[in-house]
């Protein structure tokens, strides 16, 4: 597809992603609809992007984003349910939907079966983070689904690379899955933590926010190529990368923080979008391959929702078995159960939707296999874009009711987090105290002791609006939850966003006026977007 197409599908795509969110609707299933109706527009090109694009430029920036807002405590203290779901949960999709479509589908030899097994075993990064980051979902499902997709990409590329070794006859470390998984892995995570330690030694000798922010920029897909050209796992450099820079995030410079953060929630924001219309604009294309090749096009699509519901079916089925293992284990040892939270695993269990992982990995499969053509290759195709859009518009629009049936919410978490802040609160002002009392006792030898109190008076003074105004802030959200109503929240954004909005016209009016000097004006204005940032990130 030309540049001039790829930019308006990017700006469409933005566009609609903008109605959306107004409207209150999950932006990621309108894109996806409104793409798939667009990609019968007649005389539309296809918008077709190599797999090795999709991988090695719009998959690891993404990938990095959520790593480096993602708390490395917080995989560490869920590390066993994350690695429970990231691979073993992988590695079940992957085997019972290879030998399903084995014996489901005639184009289908095992090994191309369990190839695409490979394709629609891992759950979507993009897809976890926007969806349920949307629906508000309690904070430690949250943190599990994300580190479960921060993992199973890996999982599933190897278990793809080995499968189609298998099927092509390619010879190497591929013929030995589990050497070839902790080979692929140790390489991806070393790379990673170099490049990040190096990135951030060269920082720490840069003192300028927009260069530390083009390094920040440029590592991810430094991180995946690497480890790429010598076979190691560059979805686990990223996220290794991912993690070391923002656990580190405090040795960098304000001004680099807060430039890295507007970067990346744009760059993030600018490839979801693009990735959910993408996936949407392949229908057309994907139905007229089939007919091109002449299979027989719809028993692929009838198979491919089969597979489908084997996919969507698996998941719940498999934590399920899961958890009456363990509570068998339990009565045989005469122990207690573990207390389960079976809210969570219900919502975790509907929470497997693909995304362009899945589509890029079906792309990548080969065209021959030694002297013949791969395998169903063009069936692989089909399935695997109908389980991506499938999950998404399926578990996606049913997630925010089966939320609201089980009565899933953040309350938990908004007591903690409160209590959180009010520490945080606690020992910044802990510290301020603490060094005004050492000025007091140690004052600059410059200063007269009127001119050392008042300096203290004035920081004091400092410190305590800005305690207050958190308290403001905490509290207008406490009375949020209680009402539970929408039209509560709404309305105080609305109160917000009039407030800014009028206090913006004013200061703009007198600059025009020629009352207020321009540059005041525009240093209260910033003043004013980091207020309403601030505000905005709370809520």
Request: charged share 20%; hydrophobic share 55%; net charge neutral.
């Amino acid at each position: 597809m030309r540049g001039a197409e790829l930019l308006i599908v990017i700006v469409v795509a933005v566009i609609v992603a903008g109605l959306a969110e107004r409207r209150n609707l999950q932006a990621p299933l309108v894109l996806v609809a409104v793409g798939s109706a667009a990609s019968f527009i007649p005389g539309l090109h296809r918008l077709e992007l190599a797999p090795e694009v999709i991988l090695g430029v719009v998959l690891p920036p993404l990938l990095y984003s959520t790593a480096l807002k993602f708390s490395l405590f917080s995989f560490l203290r869920n590390v066993r349910s994350i690695l429970s779901l990231g691979i073993g949960m992988v590695v079940i999709t992957a085997l019972a939907v290879g030998y399903s479509a084995a014996w489901l589908i005639p184009e289908l030899t095992l090994g191309a079966a369990l190839v695409l097994g490979a394709v629609v075993a891992p759950p979507d990064a993009v897809t976890a983070a926007a969806v349920g980051q949307k629906l508000g979902l309690p904070r430690r499902t949250m943190t599990v689904l994300t580190g479960e997709s921060l993992v199973n990409d890996a999982a599933a590329l190897t278990l793809f690379t080995v499968f189609v070794a298998i099927v092509t006859g390619t010879k190497g470390l591929a013929a030995a899955p589990g050497l070839f998984f902790v080979y692929s892995s140790a390489i991806g995570l070393a790379v990673g933590f170099v490049l990040s330690t190096l990135v951030r030694f060269a920082r720490s000798r840069i003192d300028d926010p927009s260069l530390e922010t083009v390094l920040g920029l440029v590592l991810p897909f430094a991180a995946y190529l690497a480890a790429e050209e010598i076979n190691g796992s560059g979805v686990l450099a990223v996220v290794m990368a991912g993690f070391a820079m923002g656990h580190n995030a405090t040795d960098a410079s304000v001004g680099t923080r807060i430039s890295e953060r507007q970067v990346w929630n744009t760059v993030s924001l600018l490839l979801e979008t693009f990735v959910f219309a993408y996936m949407g604009l392949q229908l057309k294309f994907v139905i007229d391959d089939e007919q091109r090749e002449g299979l027989p096009t719809h028993h692929v699509f009838a198979w491919a929702l089969v597979i489908l519901a084997i996919v969507i079916a698996i998941r719940p089925l498999t934590i399920v078995a899961v958890r009456g293992a363990q509570w068998a284990v339990s009565r045989i040892l005469r122990r207690p159960p573990r207390p389960i939270d079976w809210r969570r695993d219900v919502i975790v269990s509907w929470t497997g939707m693909r995304g362009v992982v899945t589509l890029a990995a079906a792309g990548g499969v080969p065209l021959a296999a030694g002297s013949e053509e791969f395998p169903g290759r063009g069936v692989i195709l089909a399935v695997a874009f109908v389980v991506a859009v499938g999950t998404l518009l399926i578990q996606g629009l049913t997630l925010p009711i089966l939320i609201r049936r089980l009565g899933v919410d953040s309350a938990a978490d908004a007591t903690w987090l409160a209590d959180q802040r009010h520490l945080a609160r606690k020992i910044s002002s802990d510290a301020a105290i603490a060094t005004l009392d050492e000025l007091r006792q140690h004052p600059p030898a410059k200063l007269t002791k009127a001119q050392t109190e008042a300096m203290t008076q004035i920081m004091k003074r400092w410190t305590s609006a800005r305690a207050a105004t958190e308290e403001a802030e905490q509290e207008e959200e406490a009375q949020e939850r209680s009402a539970r109503n929408a039209k509560f929240g709404a309305a105080l954004n609305q109160l917000r966003h009039r407030v800014q909005t009028e206090q913006r016209r004013a200061l703009i009016a007198a600059r025009d006026a020629r009352e207020l000097d321009d540059d005041v004006m525009r240093e209260a204005l910033e003043n004013l977007d980091a207020e309403q940032a601030a505000t905005q990130a709370r809520l």
